[in-house]
């Protein structure tokens, strides 16, 4: 009688949906100005991460009230992202902190575990969370 045991592989990480944060500062109120800043700050979260548009389950972005009229959700799709469930959302009146900050929140199936998650935080927001900035 054989008596070996089959391998005993680790088994594949659990895949998980994790939130991944951004937020970037916007030179200007134009929409083309949302445009390159919105495109710019994904592509960054994305090199930072690692995952493929496929394994987005949304994204949420938000604006203060003095880029309105521009949409970084009509950006990202213009970049790519059109099968993406997409928001954006206008931050409340009170103190948002940094001017023409455009922040965004995704939702990404991954098996990296949340603390080997790299949130992205460039040019001025980078005062948001000095901890986690990576471009200045």
Do not use: K
């Amino acid at each position: 009688m054989d008596e070996t045991r089959p391998s005993e592989a680790t088994p594949p990480p659990a895949l998980a949906c994790r939130g991944i944060r951004g937020a970037t500062t916007v030179a200007g109120a134009a929409p083309d100005d949302v445009g390159r800043a919105t495109a710019e700050l994904l592509a960054e979260l994305q090199q930072a991460n690692g995952f493929q548009l496929a394994d987005v389950a949304a994204a949420t972005f938000t604006l203060p009230g003095e880029l309105t009229g521009a949409n970084p959700a009509a950006a990202a799709r213009a970049a790519g992202w059109a099968a993406i469930p997409l928001m954006m959302v206008r931050e409340h009146g009170g103190d948002a902190g940094v001017p023409n900050c455009l922040r965004v929140l995704l939702l990404v199936n991954t098996t990296t575990t949340q603390s080997e998650i790299r949130h992205v935080y460039l040019r001025g927001a980078a005062e948001l969370r000095p901890d986690l900035a990576t471009l200045s």
